[in-house]
């Protein structure tokens, strides 16, 4: 049978960009430009949704608020879905922030998505002054204001960082009670606080870990006595690369990977640290290739690892980085639509 029949009898699969809008060495006006113009491809080719990273203080993101790139973003798009992944709360006014969901919320007609946790590197909270330590409680009672501001017209919440009384909610989302919630996966145990809330979520790293954390989710849903048909996104991110052929796809990946790697570990290098994802982000692209995290290859290749993925873990959503380090605009517009036209249709019944 041949490898393309095969693809045409797995489950459905949806595709969604990850994005961290690192520095490729374009002028940031006209690198902007740019990838608001690939999102619009993106929303063509069929994509779900577009998550935007928040890094702060190095070359990894030069997205300092994504809240104000995606309201240029929902400009560009009439269907594909929105949001950041996530917004680090440990460094935010969490109801200055509130407000702001609300606005992209209408904005976008409704097509906003709210992912919200700590931020992982912790490195980016000491620059702004923010005690690492205090990044998981502060996350947390912002997460808590958040909720409330949803759920109440009028916030009152006393916590060891935050302390607010009788603030009046006049802005409610578009979306009731909140947008769709996205939650960085670390592991399956964590799964247990986002099952409840019906949060999406998203993995990193190997391919088991992600099976974990699926098999895990799929169990707590049903205990709740929620039906499998309306499982929330289980998500991972992979760096995919697309060309007409298997060579052109390795040359564009290793080139552009090659940039993105120094900006990932760039925070790290500069106060002497150790990265502490090597074993996610290898130094290389074909050492990243060879641990599974990333592929590189003509539509038949590319289709095949994502098949193979599915299959090993369990999940229903990928998270396709396809435009990092100097990849040039013509070069991700090309793999957006060998995507949408010769991949993404075998995943779908």
């Known amino acids: 049978m041949h490898k393309a029949d095969v693809i045409q009898d797995t489950r459905v699969l949806d595709f969604g960009i990850f994005d961290h809008l690192d520095a490729s060495g374009a002028p940031l006006g006209a690198f902007f430009e740019d990838r ?25 993101g030069t997205a300092g608020s994504p809240a104000v790139f995606l309201a240029a973003a ?78 109440s017209d009028v916030v009152n919440f006393e916590g060891k960082h935050f302390s607010f009384k009788d603030y009046v909610v006049t802005l409610k989302p578009a979306q009731r009670p909140h947008p769709p919630l996205w939650y960085g996966a670390p592991s399956a145990e964590a799964i247990v606080w986002a099952v409840p809330k019906a949060m999406n979520v998203v993995s990193l790293g190997p391919a088991d870990r992600a099976a974990e954390i699926a098999a895990r989710y799929k169990q707590e849903w049903a205990a709740l006595g929620r039906a499998e048909a309306d ?11 697309v060309a007409a052929t298997d060579d052109a796809a390795g040359r564009i990946a290793r080139r552009a990977y ?24 290898p130094r290389d692209w074909d050492a990243l290739e060879t641990i599974g995290h990333g592929a590189a290859g003509s539509p038949d290749t590319v289709a095949a690892y994502l098949d ?21 605009f ?10 949408g036209r010769e991949i993404a249709p075998r995943f779908k019944r």
Do not use: K
């Open 308 to 328: 193979d993925l599915q299959r090993q873990t369990g999940i229903n959503y990928v998270l396709c980085q396809m435009t990092f380090g100097d990849m040039s």
């Open 231 to 241: 499982l929330p996104r289980i998500g991972i991110t992979r760096h995919i690369v």
């Open 36 to 60: 608001l113009r690939l999102i619009a491809l993106a929303e063509r080719a069929g994509f779900t949704g577009y998550h935007l990273a928040e890094h702060h203080s190095t070359p990894l």
């Open 74 to 151: 929902i400009g560009r798009t009439t269907t594909i879905r929105l949001g950041a992944l996530v917004h680090v709360m440990p460094l935010y006014h969490p109801l200055r922030l509130y407000e702001e969901i609300c606005m992209l919320d209408h904005l976008s007609g409704g097509r906003l998505m709210l992912g919200v946790g700590r931020g992982g590197a912790l490195e980016e909270h000491r620059r702004f002054g923010v005690d690492p330590q205090d990044a998981s409680p502060l996350n947390h009672e912002a997460f808590a204001v958040l909720m409330q501001a949803f759920d």
């Open 258 to 281: 090659a940039r993105w790697i120094d900006a990932m570990t760039y925070i790290w290098r500069r106060g002497g640290i150790e990265f502490p994802l090597a074993d996610v982000y």
């Open 330 to 339: 013509a070069e991700a517009a090309t793999a957006l639509d060998l995507f």
